[in-house]
Structure formats: C-alpha cells, structure tokens
C-alpha cells in the first residue's frame, strides 16, 4: 500500500511539471476539440504539498505503458494485502483526482483506472461460481463491486471538463465489461438463443451491476450536470466547427453513459441495468426546477421527457376521480389515508397537471363533509391530523427526489424562486411546528365552518317568504302579539347544530371571534367588490344571530368586542350593514332570528360608549330599534312569571312558550340558565321519592325538549355545568343551595331529581360540540372508579354508589346513541372492566351488565378490537382540545375481560359481525384469535347453527380449539347430592343454625355453587320447598357475575329432567316452577333465563325442548304476559325525548311490579342479612335489561329456523323496541348477517322483524317500502330503473351536502334522530329496504333450505358444508338483477330515468360506498366481476397500441426531429388515451366512454372494499389471464390500471400481491406473440407503459426478494428484450 501511494504521489507530481505535453489522442482524453488551459497547482494532504520534491525513479512519463501496468499491478498487490478492496481504489480514484486537468498523465491515470477495473470484474465474475461460496450463500460479491464502481463518481467535477468527460468515458467501458460478463457474448440478433438469455436463473445469480448503484452513479452525475447548466455560462468552443461548449460536451458523453446503462449502445443491446422508468425518476429534477426555466435546451427536452413518462403512468396508476368522500363511522379506516396523499404515490402525482390532481381529496373537503356529517369533533382534528402527516410524508418524498440548486436553498412559488423555509427556521420570525399546525387547522375549520353557514343560510332563504308581508291579523298556532314564529320552523335545527359547533372552536381558541366575524362579513360583502352587487340578496339576520351566541363566550365579550365598542366600532358597522330589515316584517318573520342585532344591542348595552349618541354615529340603527321594545316586553314578561311562579315559560311546552324563553335567554347573560336550574332544583324543600325512604330527591319542574333545543348555546352550556357541579359532580351527593347558605349536601335528599336527569341527556344531544368535555370528565370518573375496584375490597360512600349507578342509568337508556358516535366509544370498555368482576351491589351489577351488553352491542368497528388489544389505554385527557389516542400497540390481556359467560358470548357474536360487514384485513398487527382469546377464560362452544353464520376466521378458530361442552348436571346425581350430605338438612329443617353454616361452607366453592338452585329446583318439585331465608343467605355468597352461568346450570338440568321422563314437551308443572323462579321467588332474573336457553351451545334446530321453554318463557309465561300487557298500557313512547309523562310510567310500573335484587321476593319482616342499599331508578325495569339479551336471542331464533317463534315474538313484543337506542342499526346489522338465512326468506317474518325494529314516524323509508310495512305488497317487482335511480341520487345528495326539506313530515329533530349522520342515515334505510327485498327475491326457494325436524333431514353442519353453502349464495345473489340494474344505470347514462341528474363522479362514488354497505355478494363483488367483460367486450381496449422505438438518449440529444417522447409519431400512436384520463375531464369534453366509467366505479367500490374485494378482483384477473382470450397490450394496461390505485393496500398481503402481480405477468406473456412490433429496437407505447408499471412496483411497494423470486418463472416466458428489462426485480 505504501509504495501504491509513493508512486502515486509522483504521478501527481509529474502532472505539474510537464504541462508542456498537450494531451494525446489516446483512449479516453482524444475526444476533446479545444486547447486546455493552465491551471494552478492543486494541493492535496494525501500525495503531498505543492513544493515536495519529485520523486525520481518511481514515474517515468514517456513510458506511458509501463506506467499504467505499474499502477495496476501496485493497486492488485495492494488488494491482496488488504482486507477492505475498496480503501485501496479509493487512494487510486483521489490519485487521478488530483492529476492536472490539462495533462497527458491524466490519460495513462484513466487507462490504468480501467485496467484495475477490468481486473476488479474479472476476480468478481470467478469469485461469485465458486463452490464454498454457493454453499455459503454469499451473495454480497454484486454489492461489493457495487462500492467499488461508485467510486467513479468521485471523479466527475465541475471546473474539470476533462476529467468528467474522460470519467463518463470510462464508467461506460466499464459498464460494457460488467454486461459483457453478466449476459455473455452474445450478439443483439442471436439473443433468443444465447444460453445466458435463457437462463433466467443465471442472470440472478451475477448481478455484478445492481439496479440501486448504477441509479446512484446516476443521480451523482445528473445533479452535477444540472449544477453546471444553472450556474456555467454558455463559453463556445474554440475548436471545432459545431462550437460546441464544455457544457454541451459532458452533456453528450453523459448520454452516452446513460444509453449504457438501458442497454442502448453498441454490443448491449437490450440488455439494461436500470430501467426506462427508474432513469426518468433520477433525471427528473422536479417541478420547481423544470418549470422554472433554467436549464439549457437540451436538458429541458430531456426533463420534458422524463416529465411526460411520469405523467403518463400517474393516470394508470391513480384513479379517473380520487374525489371520494370520508364518511363518519362508515368508511373504512384505511379511507382515511387517501391514496393521493400515498408518499409512494407523491413522485408521480407530482406530474400530473392541476385538472388531474383535482380529482383527489382535500383537507379542506375532508373537514366539511365531517362536520356537516356531524362527526365528534375528536374526529375531525384526527383526520386534519392524519392528512397533514400523510402530506408531510408525501411533500418529503418528492423533496428527497427533487434536486435543488447548489447557488442557494430556493423553492418553488408559482415559478418564482423564494427563501426556503429552512432559512426562516433559523430566524427570530420563524413559527414552532405547535403555532404552524394550529392555524393551518384554523383557516381549515374557519373555510368549512364559512362554507356550511352560507349553504345553510341558503337553504333557509329558499325555503322561506321573505318577499309578502306579514299579516298579523292571520298568526298561526305558533304566534302570538309578543312572539312571531313561522308555522314551519325545523330548517332552525341546522342552525342549532352549526352554532354549538362554531362556539366550541371559538371557545377552545381554535377559532377567533375576529376571523369568524370578518368572514361572516365577506359573505354578504364580498372583498373583491367595492360596489357589492346583489348583497342585499346575501343580507341574513342568521348571520348576526350566529355572532350573538358567540357574545355569550365572556374572553369575546369583554375582549375583541369591549375593544371594537370602545374604540371606532367597526364590528357594530358591520352587524348593521349586515342586517336584512325586511325578514322581521315578512311573512315568514322569525323573532328569535330577526330580532339578533338588537338582543346584541341589549346585551352588550354596558359595553357600548355614549348610548344617547350611538344611533347619531350609525345611521341604520334606526332600521333595527324600532322593534326594540319587543325585546323589553318578553324580558319583563319572563320576570313576572319567573317572580310570580307562572312557569309556563320555562316548562316550554308549546313552541310560542319556547321561543319566548330562548329570545329572552340572548339579551341576558346566564339569566335564563340560571332560571331553569331554580325550576328544576327548587329553592324550596319539597321532597318525594323514587322507590322508598332511601331515594328521595327534590321535587321541581320539568323542562321541554324544544326549549332546551332553542335557548343560546351559552345558555345550555351554563345549564349543564350547573347541573353538573351541584348535582353530578361530588361524592357526597346532589349538592342544594337554600337561604343564601353556600352549597352543601342536604340531610334526607339523596338523589337526583328526574327531571334533572332528563335535561342533562338533552342538552348533551342538543350541543355535543360544547357540552363534549363534561362527558370526558364523566368517562374519566368512571374510569378511576374502575380502577380503584381492581384493587380489590374498595368500599363505595353510599352517596358514590348512587352516583355511579345514576351515570350508569343514563349512559346505558339515554346516552347510547351518544357514544355510538362518540370518537373514542370503541375504548369505553375500559371504562368499567374491573367494575364487571368486583361490584358486589347486586343492583349495581345488574345495571352494570346490562350497560356492558348494550355497549358492546354499540361496536362496529375494528376500533372494538383494537380496545381488547390495548391494555394500555388510560383514558382521554381532560382537555377541550381533542386529543388522539396515539400507537396502539397491540398486547393480549393477562387477564380475560370477561368473566360472566354472557358478557363473553355477546362480545364473541359482536366481534364476528364486525369481521362480516368490516373485515381486519386493513389493520395489520391485529390477530382475530387473540382477540378472541381474550374475551373469557376457557373458548366457547358454538353449535353447527351459530356456525354455520359466522365469518370463515371466528369459525376456524373455535373449530380448532373444540372447546369442551359445559358439565352436565345430571338430575340423579342431584337426588344423590341431597341425600348424601348433611349439609342439606338446613333446606329440609329449618332453624338448625348448624347446618345452615355447613350449606354455606358446602357451597362456598365455586365448582359446587352451579348445583345449588338445581337443589332447591328438585326440592319444590318434592313439594317440599326450602326456607327462601336459607336459600337466600346462600345466594348471597354467589358473585353476581357468575348468575348468568348459574341459571345455564339450572336450565340445563331443566332440560335433562324433561329428557330423562322421556316427554318431547316440558310438563306444565315444569313451566310453572320456572315461572315462580322467575318471577313470584325471583331466584333467578328472566334475561338470564332467556340467555341460558338461547345462548348458542346447542343447536335449536333439532332442540325441540329448548325451543319450546324460550316460547314459554317470552310469550306463555303468565306473570311475563301480565308485565308485558302492562307495557303495552301504559304505551311507552319511542319518542321520549318528546314525552312529559315517561315518568310517571316508569314509576307506575315499578310500583305494580316491584323488582328485588338480594333474592327477598318472597320474604316479609327483618331480612338477615339485612338488604343492601336501595339505588335510586330512573329508567331501567325488567323489560329494559330483557331487551339487549333479547337481541342476542333473535339471532339464535333466525338460526334455528323456526318461523312462527320468531314471527310470535316480533309481534308480542316488538314494542319493547321503542326504547331502544338503535333499533334502525340493530335491524340493519341483523339483515346484514342473516341475509342469507332462509328463515328470513319469507314476507311474513321480514315484515315482523322490520315493524318490531322500526318506528316509521321516526324514518325516511320509500313509498314502496312503507307499501310493503302496511301489507299492501309482498314483492319486489318494483325495482326497477327509476327506484334503483332514487336509492343512488338519495346517497348522492346526501354526500354533495345538499340540504333539504325532508319529503316525510313530522320527523324528529337531527340531534334526536338515531343516527345523526345524513349520509351514514341514508345508507342505513337503504341498505334495510334492499336487504328486505333481497329476502322477498329468495323467498320461493327458500321452503326447501328450512331444516324440518318431521322429516329429519341432514343439518348443514360441517365446514365442507359450510364452504358450499357459501358458493350457493354466491350463485344466488348472481341471479339477483340488482346488480345488473345498477351497472346500467352507471354505465349508460343515456338509460337513466333523469339522464342529466348527478351524472357526475358523485353518482359512481354513491354506487361504491353502497357496494360495501351491503354484503358483498350482493353488489360489490358482481362490480368487480363485470370488469371480465369490460376487458372483453370494449372495442377500444381490444386494439393494440402503436409500435414505440427503445429510447436512446444520445440520439435523443443529437436529434432535433423527435418530439418530448423521443417518438416522432407519438402524436397518432395511442387511441385509447381518454380511458385513462380524469373521469370528469372526459365528461367535460365529451369525451365519456365505459371503460373510464367503469375504472372510477370499480376504483370506488375497491377504496371502501376489504380484503374479500380484492380477492374478488384477484380471481377475476386470474380468469382472464388463464382464460386465453386477451388480444392486446390496452387490454393489459387496463388491468394494470385497476390494480395501481391500491398497491399500497396490496402490499401488506403478499400472498394475494404476488398472485395478482403473476396473473398481470402471465397475461404479458400471452399477449406478446401477438404484438408484431416486439424486437431489438421497439416495442409499443401500451407495453412500454406496462413495464414502467412493473418497476414502479418494485420501486415503491417491493412485496420482497423472495416474491419475486416467486414471480420468476413469468418473467422468464416473456420475449428476451421485456425479461432483460424486468430482471432487476429478481436480481436486487
């Protein structure tokens, strides 16, 4: 090594010296046509100072041969004496660095450079076949030469064109070396027959050059060569006739070590190192650069190329319209991450023009459609979050691709150049990430808050008069002489909605009073417009009433607003300019509306400077005041009644009443919260009870929904925390205020009044925007109560169990449909896990369960089973900015989660629907078994008939486990256990105080406690019946959790008793003892009885015995049917929000049939022990916790088969499905699972299950759909175009937020509504109508489906079975013409019922989120199979594209004939371009055609869809490209096209990847023979596309080296030039 760099350092030396030499025509150097120039000396530290001394006798120039054997045979010695090969070319490479550019040695440097690396070649071609290397499995040889090639890179510099030149040269020989070497001698026209070119395998195996290190030599010499085109000036050559510069000269031999690289120069033809597309993503410098005019002509034709290549695989790899809406609880999560904003997808979104990169989402639009959804506010801060990380990820991968100029760190501003932020960041102005974030969410909120206002405010002005004037001679039944309300009013509720959303952000300073009120401002004066043309057509008092409610924020008050009115008052200019003075006096006058300016007059009067002078500096108050004393006349006709206890204003039980109140309640601040909260919770004692000594509470009045609806947010927001802080919020109990006294408990008033809790549920529901952090707080409480009960023996005050038992009442009867769409309800179970194993209230846990039941019920979403895997999770902070959960990282609980085998069951039925209608295929990490595992501490057993309707994964893992049966109580082992043990003496002769403490020490272990009431069921059935005392004590000592399991015990031996007396019925007497358990001794409740026969371990198809027991006990039973006659007498209403007397229903049942919880039923006098304490009830009763249970049994019902149960208990009971909290969602998800079901398959029995489940008052459903409810019709002939036509437009104008007035009457308000979202709404009741008609479609054959134990058929009971029940749904639901029905009408515009009716993208998009909505039998997978005959049948994909010449970049260069895509006939060679163009830009330029229309709805369906969609689309691809019948390269590049939009979603599933990539393959291969154009030198524009495809692929979304390897054998048929092209993907 040292005598290597002593005879190096003399070269350098010597290149000093002899200056004199011109340079010779020699090998690399002879190309020049100019005479060099002198230059100074260099210095380099490693080869010495400028003044060293020569070294004589180590270099002797004029023996130039000599010289480079030398430096060879010195650089081999010194590789074999050294361990790294690369440190040593190093020292040769800065060698010739450091050599004079204007000397002759530098030629004999370059030569010798090329001999080592001849060598270097050479020893790495025979090293890479050796044997111990092989069985090694040494494969770094490719990647060390790799280093040592990219040291060549270091000899290309700027101010040396003759050393740049002499490198390009000398890269590109070796370059030729290293290709003769790895594809053999072969010549271009004998390549089909060279043995290296057909063996794939071989090609593999010597990859000398890999792909990454000639992009790398690449990148290094373009960023250069760009360097010098942006700051070397244009210097003409002296020589030479073409004066050509230095510039143009490295620029020429670059091109030639390009074409080296792609295979186009001499003796390497069509045998590549790098692809087409790889080298247009290095020599694309970005758009900043491209088009901003700095680079010469010929490398700007060379970007223009790169550009248009990119481009040109951007359409087939996005979609014709990305514009596909998020909707709230609907979408998938995988939606949420667009593939716009995919960094892998950024490099060629980045080429595609404006119109093109339109057709993807927005932040903007993302925001509008959630808040206009009404999503939790937790959500939209989590998408703007999601999309700016997406686009943070998506702006640096283009930056780390895009080149920037050395002379300064500059970006791209509509092509002119502006300091980088970088700068920015290191001055004193410069923003924190925290500030930036936060008002890029302002400005986004603040556009779609703007936005939603003005549609809003449009919508009012259409709907209303503004025009006739007022005749107050003919008021309505709304008005009276003080207050005027228009006879329809509800358009006011979507005023209602964006005022509590717009308060919440200001509140919580996401946006500022003064952005709000300036853009409110530029919607009726535009600021482009000195003249303002038509504002007084955009004149609205909404717009000033929406101001008024945000005055009642005190920082707005006495902050911007105090400062507006003490200094030039432009604010208050600006609310009079804004203000409409003809609405208070038109026929459709609203006062709670039109008299806003002067209620904000009236409210910050205070504020307001020289009151007597204010009209003289704004003269258009004199418009307003007039209408002033209306404001005084309602105040003091508030504080009358107020002072003279007239309560009729506040009880707000007519509109006029409650329109008063809410006008009043926005002059004032907090005088009418502060009202309301004296009428409920009077200053006066006067106590009442709930159910006895121990619940009493304060007896006050009782508040309107409509006058809580209609006073200012503020105004509820002030309400609510005065009920919270007083009433809900302290341990020691409801907190009272009497005699000026400050707030305390109050000795004999333990509870909450009801009515108190009626309002804190409707004012959470009618502003959850603002009211949002009080429900935290509350959550967060529950969850420390938790908490605190999984440390075992916590003891509760008597004032917490109220609370908890209160707050558990109202979540669990009133608060559900709240947190269905809360943003965190997937992680409330949290909330109460330790609470479900250590509360020992049995009140408590009976409450408790049936929360747990109806919350789990809640779930739909993957969100559930990521809770189960996040025992992490700690709750939300505590703060009014919505915060994000953050990484779940998924660990399986140590612990089950639930101990009580009806929690698990439920929550293991719950889990399947989700994996049916949801899929996990999109949450990677996420493992279903664990899932399951967690949810119980041994695996359930499932009959065949649950089974048979659970997803293929729940049922694969309950098949494996074959969890055993639950032990069997024989009825003589009983007989036995009574007479063998002594113990029992104490249920024979009571008083043996002995013998009672033996029983309870007997059954103290759990293993023996299931025996106990079987025991006492055998000693009534003896007539001998035990002392309940005695019975009781020992139930007492079971856990509560355990009582579900216990009664499955008892209903079991039930069973095994009525089997062993060999009867098919249950005996009467048998019926009846059940029914005293349940009822008159209450030993064991009725849900659990329900459970226990229904609970899904046996099989009811052939269970004749168990089916008849679930008869009796829900429709036979007498004390059940007395209850239930109750029910329907005392009519329960559904609505009852809306229902004064729900109270006093609620009591009066409870006071007929009183509950008892501690088994006391039966007993009278002193109790031992004595009962725990009694909790106060306010909703709940028996028929309230029977109705989640009985959820789960109507599954169990459809399963078994039995059409007249199921019909009976529809109808019998049907009604307890008013009090339901999401009837419409249960029914849906019920179709959803059993559409298949051939119970369901019948007129009768569907329309049961949709009149027990639906409140049609409550619903928007169709004509024909209430036809059919009503009994008019019981089939489906009806769909036909026009219907399928207004399912579609419904979705879609509820997705274009379009507002309008519902077509149904009298529906509740938004807020009340179950599901609150207009479009989750609309998709809901379509997606119930069409699964009933699917059922009425199946019902002629489904008799022959229906298992009859008569004729003891087989049962479907195996997975054999299974699976083939699976495809004969599939073949049925192909015969369904719905599907058909739909394509047409998307495919064919023309064959519309209102052909110019949303025949935008907006129509498709509606199809594709309906598709999977539905089961994918249904609609989504017929779609993706019509893509067969699209591929087909299309004329215009069946031609092939023009022949395309390989590229050659140096004749590209030197050519000034060829266009920007290096074809001269480029213009005419693609007919086919508009299938891949943007949807709406062909709709635009009437330039429609099929297959475009069919790739955006078949790109929508797949966006929404799950993994069993792409499966779908996997085995229809399949069939195509193994069915023989594609012709063309188009035809091919469709596919392609289908499958580019979600590759980034292919990606994590690689068996399924690797298929459909190998399909795309093999049909290349079938489709080449029959393209003539395919040779050496061209190929078509189509294929060309085809393999940019490919390589984008490998680029980006790499499935791995050993799924290529997979794909090998495709590769490997395809034509030699095409598999050269594609080698690198199986060689890196």
């Known amino acids: 090594m040292e005598r290597l760099v002593e005879y190096l350092t003399g070269v350098v030396e010597s290149s000093y010296e002899d200056l004199a030499h011109l340079v010779p025509c020699g090998s690399f150097l002879g190309l020049f046509d100019e005479r060099p120039t ?51 070319l190093r020292v040769v490479v800065d060698a010739v660095r450091s050599v004079h550019d204007a000397s002759a040695v530098l030629d004999i440097g370059f030569r010798a450079l090329f001999e080592i690396y001849q060598q270097r070649l050479q020893y790495h071609s025979a090293n890479r076949y050796r044997v111990e290397a092989a069985e090694q499995g040494n494969n770094n040889g490719g990647e060390t030469f790799g280093k040592e090639y990219l040291l060549l890179t270091q000899l290309f510099e700027l101010h040396r064109p003759r050393t740049w030149v002499a490198a390009v040269r000398l890269m590109s020989m070796v370059t030729k070396s290293a290709i003769g070497i790895m594809y053999g001698s072969t010549a271009p026209d004998d390549m089909g027959s060279g043995t290296h070119a057909a063996s794939l395998s071989e090609i593999s195996g010597l990859n000398l050059l890999p792909e990454s290190v000639c992009r790398e030599s690449i990148r290094q010499v373009w960023r250069l060569l760009l360097d010098s085109a942006a700051t070397e000036p244009p210097q003409a050559s002296v020589l030479g006739a073409t004066r050509r510069t230095r510039w143009q000269i490295r620029f020429e031999a670059t091109m030639e070590l390009l074409d080296s ?22 020599l694309d410098p970005g758009a900043a650069v491209a088009e901003s005019g700095m680079l010469t002509g010929e490398m700007q034709r060379i970007v223009d190329l790169c550009f248009g290549r990119k481009r040109r695989l951007g359409r087939i790899l996005l979609p014709p319209d990305g514009s596909w809406p998020l909707i709230s609880h609907a979408s998938r999560a995988h939606t949420v991450k667009h593939v716009y904003d995919q960094p892998g997808y950024a490099l060629v979104r980045d080429s595609l023009t404006l119109e093109e990169t339109q057709r993807g989402a927005s932040a903007g639009r993302v925001v509008a459609d959630l808040l206009y959804q009404r999503a939790p506010i937790d959500e939209v801060f989590a998408a703007m979050r999601n999309h700016r990380t997406m686009q943070r990820k998506a702006k640096a991968a283009v930056a780390s691709d895009s080149y920037m100029p050395n002379s300064g760190e500059y970006v791209a501003n509509g092509g002119e150049y502006i300091a980088n932020d970088k700068y920015m960041a290191n001055g004193a102005d410069a923003d924190t990430d925290a500030e930036i974030e936060r008002r890029e969410s302002s400005m986004l909120l603040l556009d779609a808050m703007a936005q939603r206002i003005e549609h809003i405010v449009r919508f009012i002005q259409r709907q209303c008069d503004f025009d006739t004037l007022l005749d107050e001679r003919k008021l309505n039944a709304n008005s009276d002489a003080t207050m005027i309300v228009p006879s329809k009013f509800g358009y006011w509720e979507h005023m209602n909605e964006v005022a509590d959303q717009l308060y919440y952000f200001v509140l919580s300073d996401t946006i500022s009073y003064t952005d709000i009120h300036a853009r409110l401002y530029a919607l009726v004066f535009p600021a482009d417009s000195d003249i303002h043309p038509g504002s007084e057509a955009r004149k609205d008092n909404s717009y000033i009433w929406l101001l008024l409610q945000l005055l009642h924020i005190e920082k707005v008050a006495a902050g911007p607003v105090r400062a507006d009115l003490a200094g030039d008052e432009d604010m208050l200019e600006q609310l009079l300019q804004m203000y409409n003075e003809r609405q208070i006096v038109s026929r459709d006058a609203f006062y709670l509306r039109d008299l806003a300016l002067q209620a904000t007059m009236s409210h910050q009067q205070a504020s307001i400077r020289d009151n007597h002078g204010v009209k003289f500096r704004h003269p258009r108050m004199a418009v307003a005041m007039p209408f002033a004393p209306v404001l005084f006349q309602l105040q003091n006709e508030f504080g009358q009644q107020f002072k003279d206890e007239n309560y009729a204003l506040l009880q707000g039980r007519d509109v006029c009443a409650a329109m008063k109140t809410a006008t009043v309640s926005q002059i004032r601040q907090y005088v009418v919260p502060n009202a309301l909260y004296t009428f409920l919770v009077p200053a006066r004692e006067s106590v009442a009870q709930l159910q006895g000594t121990a619940t009493t509470y304060l007896q006050g009045g009782n508040v309107g929904f409509q006058l809580l609806d209609f006073i200012n947010v503020g105004g509820k927001h002030r309400l609510l925390q005065l009920i919270y802080k007083m009433m809900l919020a302290h341990e020691q109990g409801p907190q009272f205020q009497f005699d000026g006294r400050q707030p305390s408990a109050r000795a004999g008033i333990t509870c909450v009044s009801p009515h108190v809790v009626d309002t804190v549920y409707m004012l959470l529901y009618n502003a959850p925007y603002s009211n949002e952090l009080m429900m935290k707080e509350v959550l967060e409480k529950l969850r420390r109560s938790d908490k605190a009960m999984a440390q075992g023996g916590t003891r509760f005050s008597a004032a917490n169990l109220r609370w908890l038992y209160t707050v558990y009442q109202l979540m669990n009867c009133r608060l559900l449909r709240f947190f269905k769409y809360y943003a965190h309800a997937s992680h409330l179970v949290h909330h109460l896990r330790h609470s479900l194993v250590h509360v020992t209230h049995r009140q408590l846990y009976r409450s408790l369960e049936c929360f747990a039941l109806c919350l789990v019920n809640l779930q739909h979403d993957v969100g559930f089973l990521q809770a189960l895997m996040n025992p992490a999770y700690h709750g939300v902070p505590l703060t009014p900015h919505p915060s994000a959960l953050g990484a779940i990282r998924y660990s399986k609980p140590k612990d089950a989660w639930f101990e009580c085998a009806m929690l698990a069951r439920n929550a293991a039925v719950v889990i399947a629907r989700i994996e049916t209608m949801r899929g996990l295929g999109d949450v990677p990490g996420l493992e279903l078994d664990d899932c399951l595992d967690s949810l119980a501490p041994q695996p359930q057993l499932w009959a065949p008939a649950v089974l048979r309707y659970l997803p293929r994964a729940v049922r694969a893992y309950y098949t494996r486990r074959t969890p055993q049966p639950s032990a069997r109580v024989s009825p003589a082992s009983v007989r036995q256990l009574i007479g063998a043990r002594p113990e029992h003496a104490a249920l024979l002769r009571p008083g043996d105080a002995a013998a009672e403490s033996a029983l309870a020490a007997f059954y103290a272990a759990p293993e023996r406690q299931a025996l106990f009431l079987c025991v006492v069921w055998v000693l009534h059935e003896r007539q001998t019946p035990p002392p309940m005392a005695v019975v009781r004590r020992v139930l007492l000592t079971f856990p509560p959790l355990q009582m579900s399991s216990h009664t499955s015990a008892l209903l079991d031996f039930v069973v ?63 004390q059940f049917s007395e209850r239930l006659d109750e029910w329907h007498r005392l009519d329960f209403q559904g609505r009852y929000w809306a229902d004064f007397e729900h109270w006093k229903k609620q009591d009066a049942y409870l006071a007929r049939f009183p509950e008892f919880f501690e088994f006391e039923a039966a007993l009278e006098g002193p109790l031992e022990p004595a009962p725990a304490l009694g909790l106060p009830v306010y909703y709940e009763n028996g028929m309230v916790r029977l109705l989640p249970v009985l959820e789960f049994a109507l599954g169990r019902m459809i399963e078994a088969e039995d059409r ?36 369901l398959h019948d007129a009768a029995v569907v329309r049961s299950l949709n009149r027990a489940l639906l409140d049609m008052s409550q619903q928007n459903f169709s004509p024909e759909f209430e036809q059919f409810m009503r009994g008019d019709t019981d089939d489906c002939a009806h769909i036909d175009a026009r219907y399928a036509s207004r399912i579609i437009e419904r979705i879609a104008r509820a997705i274009m937020r379009h507002i309008a007035p519902p077509n149904k009457q009298n529906l509740p308000e938004i807020h009340y509504r179950e599901i609150p979202n207009p479009i989750l709404l609309a998709l809901t009741e379509c997606v119930v109508e069409l699964l009933t008609w699917w059922c009425l479609h199946c019902a002629p054959s489904s008799a022959t489906r229906l298992y009859d134990s008569a004729r003891n058929g087989p049962l479907v009971a195996s997975e054999a079975e299974f699976r083939a029940e699976e495809q004969q749904r599939r073949a049925r639901a192909a015969e369904w013409p719905l599907a058909q029905l739909w394509l047409e009408l998307i495919m064919e515009p023309e064959r519309r019922p209102e052909p110019g009716a949303y025949a935008g993208a907006t129509y498709i998009h509606s199809t594709g989120v309906l598709a999977n909505v539905l089961p994918d039998e249904l609609l989504a997978f017929p779609i993706v199979q019509h893509l067969s005959r699209i591929v087909l049948e299309e004329p215009v994909l069946k031609s092939n594209s023009g022949p395309k010449r390989y590229f050659s970049f140096v004749e590209f260069a030197r050519s000034s004939q060829l266009n920007a895509d290096g074809d001269p006939d480029a213009a005419t060679r693609f007919a086919a371009t508009s299938v891949f163009n943007s949807f709406e830009q062909n709709r635009n330029h009437n330039m429609a055609n099929r297959p475009n229309t069919f790739l955006t709805l078949l790109h929508s369906v797949l966006h929404y869809g799950g993994i069993a969609t792409f499966n779908t689309l996997s085995d229809t691809i399949h069939a195509l490209a193994t069915g023989g019948e594609l012709c063309s390269d ?11 939009p979600i590759l980034y979603r292919l990606v994590d599933h690689e068996a399924l990847y690797v298929q459909i990539l190998g399909d795309l393959l093999s049909s290349l291969v079938q489709i080449c023979p029959r393209i003539s154009h395919l040779d050496a030198e061209s190929s078509t524009d189509a294929i060309e596309q085809v393999m940019d495809f490919f390589c984008f692929v490998k680029d980006q979304f790499d499935p791995g080296r050993s799924a290529w390897r997979r794909l090998a054998p495709h590769i490997a048929a395809l034509p030699v030039l095409l598999r050269y092209q594609l080698q690198c993907m199986v060689d890196q």
Do not use: W
């Open 1204 to 1239: 007249g149960l199921l019909r009976d208990v529809l109808d019998r009971m049907g009604i307890l499905y008013r009090l339901h909290q999401v009837p419409l969602t249960t029914l849906m998800n019920t179709l959803f699972v059993y559409f298949n079901a051939p119970t």
């Open 38 to 88: 002198k230059r100074a000396r260099r210095t380099d530290p490693r080869f010495g100072s400028n003044s060293a001394p020569h070294q004589q006798g180590l270099f002797e120039f004029d023996n130039s041969e000599d010289s480079c054997d030398t430096i060879a045979h010195l650089t081999q010695t010194a590789i074999s004496q050294s361990a790294q090969a690369v440190d040593v």
């Open 1530 to 1540: 188009i035809q091919l590049l469709y596919l392609c096209a289908t499958v580019g």
């Open 261 to 282: 690289y792609v295979g186009r120069t001499e003796h390497c033809v069509g045998r590549p190192l790098v692809s087409y597309y790889m080298i247009s993503r290095e």
């Open 1056 to 1118: 095994a008793c009525e089997t062993e007396r060999g009867t098919s019925e249950p005996a009467a007497a048998t019926m009846q003892l059940l029914n005293d358990f349940m009822f008159r001794l209450q030993l064991v409740h009725h849900e659990h009885v329900v459970f226990a026969l229904t609970r899904g371990e046996h099989d009811l198809r052939t269970d004749r015995m168990r089916l008849l027991l679930t008869r009796y006990v829900l429709l036979e039973s007498p």
